[in-house]
């Protein structure tokens, strides 16, 4: 299994950054790509961008390119979300999530595992 942990949400004003991380314990050798997602309330959990492991090549989602960058860190299994320039609609609960495989996929029922989640509120 892996496990994991996201962790850098917050509040912030319209305007501002947050930076997310998302640490992966456990069985990290089988993880071939990651992804972010985030739920805002009443909606449905939407993609936000994919990474794959191997080579760090990105996808995102539709709109979130521009504001939104992912990176990673191998030797400490983790992976970041910089979001610049936040609205309120970005307010959500972020997730991060992996696979096995090293093909992309902006669909939630691709994914093994999930984190628990973090809140990022923005107030306008």
């Known amino acids: 299994q892996v496990q994991l942990v996201e962790s850098g949400g917050g509040l912030v004003q319209a305007g501002g950054s947050l930076r997310l991380s998302c640490a992966a314990s456990?069985?990290?050798?089988?993880?071939?790509?990651v992804g972010w997602f985030r739920q805002a309330p009443g909606k449905e959990r939407e993609f936000v961008v994919g990474l794959r492991w191997s080579d760090g090549y990105t996808y995102y989602g539709d709109s979130m390119k521009g504001r939104f960058t992912i990176s990673r860190d191998n030797a400490k299994n983790t992976v970041y979300l910089q979001m610049n320039s936040l609205k309120p609609e970005d307010t959500a609960i972020y997730y991060c999530?992996?696979?096995?495989?090293?093909?992309?996929?902006?669909?939630?029922?691709?994914?093994?595992?999930w984190g628990q989640g973090t809140q990022v509120t923005v107030s306008s």
């Open positions: 999530a992996t696979r096995s495989d090293v093909i992309l996929s902006a669909r939630t029922n691709s994914y093994d595992y």
């Open positions: 456990g069985r990290t050798f089988s993880i071939r790509s």
